[in-house]
T-cell receptor
Framework: DAGVIQSPRHEVTEMGQEVTLRCKPISGHNSLFWYRQTMMRGLELLIYFNNNVPIDDSGMPEDRFSAKMPNASFSTLKIQPSEPRDSAVYFC??????FGAGELFFGEGSRLTVL | AQSVAQPEDQVNVAEGNPLTVKCTYSVSGNPYLFWYVQYPNRGLQFLLKYITGDNLVKGSYGFEAEFNKSQTSFHLKKPSALVSDSALYFCAVRDRGNAGNMLTFGGGTRLMVKP
């Protein structure tokens, strides 16, 4: 099993640029989550999907953030325009909603630096 | 509503000594409980979970956790700490009645094991 795959692992960009982070969940999982981790705020849930449908996006900080899941094997998190305060590690995680306790499996993260 | 508290930001222990990382939770119903570990520049890795049954749960890398319903706690333990156990540890909870499959994470506890 390849696990959750995220790309890019590192992204450095300038303020105002568009950033797109990508995630491939574990095959067969039907829930997908985007988290953000910073030293100041810890681990924050941004949005999650069940069966490709966004269920709760209350954690998305601003309209500059958007997330899509066009199919069961791919999701994107987009920031447009990016700001320095968006610098963080962004994690994608997946789980099977109806199997087991619903533990999450995380990708290795995308470290974003906005200059 | 569900919540998790990890009262210690950091735990220091000498190599070879037993370790405990504390976690308390609050749910309206019965809980699923989880522990995750995060090594530097890595994603969160699933360690163990409590679903039902035996209150002592064994997981990866020699870790175990004890579910205590009366104290609403799920402390992580290991009989003999290794330097390589130094990492960030997260406790998480999900209410069994939470159809949305959302986990709530604690703020994390940094474990430092000194030689």
């Amino acid at each position: 099993d390849a696990g959750v795959i995220q790309s890019p692992r590192h992204e450095v960009t300038e303020m105002g640029q568009e950033v797109t982070l990508r995630c491939k969940p574990i095959s067969g999982h039907n829930s997908l989550f985007w988290y953000r981790q910073t030293m100041m705020r810890g681990l924050e849930l941004l949005i999650y999907f069940n069966n490709n449908v966004p269920i709760d996006d209350s954690g998305m900080p601003e309209d500059r953030f958007s997330a899509k899941m066009p199919n069961a094997s791919f999701s994107t998190l987009k920031i447009q325009p990016s700001e320095p305060r968006d610098s963080a590690v962004y994690f994608c995680a997946s789980s099977h909603r109806s199997f087991g306790a619903g533990e999450l499996f995380f990708g290795e993260g995308s470290r974003l630096t906005v200059l | 509503a569900q919540s998790v508290a990890q009262p210690e930001d950091q735990v220091n222990v000498a190599e070879g000594n037993p370790l405990t990382v504390k976690c308390t939770y609050s749910v309206s119903g019965n809980p699923y409980l989880f522990w995750y570990v995060q090594y530097p520049n890595r994603g969160l890795q699933f360690l163990l979970k409590y679903i039902t049954g035996d209150n002592l749960v064994k997981g990866s890398y020699g870790f175990e956790a004890e579910f205590n319903k009366s104290q609403t706690s799920f402390h992580l333990k290991k009989p003999s700490a290794l330097v390589s156990d130094s990492a960030l540890y997260f406790c998480a909870v999900r209410d069994r009645g939470n159809a949305g499959n959302m986990l709530t994470f604690g703020g994390g506890t940094r474990l430092m094991v000194k030689p």
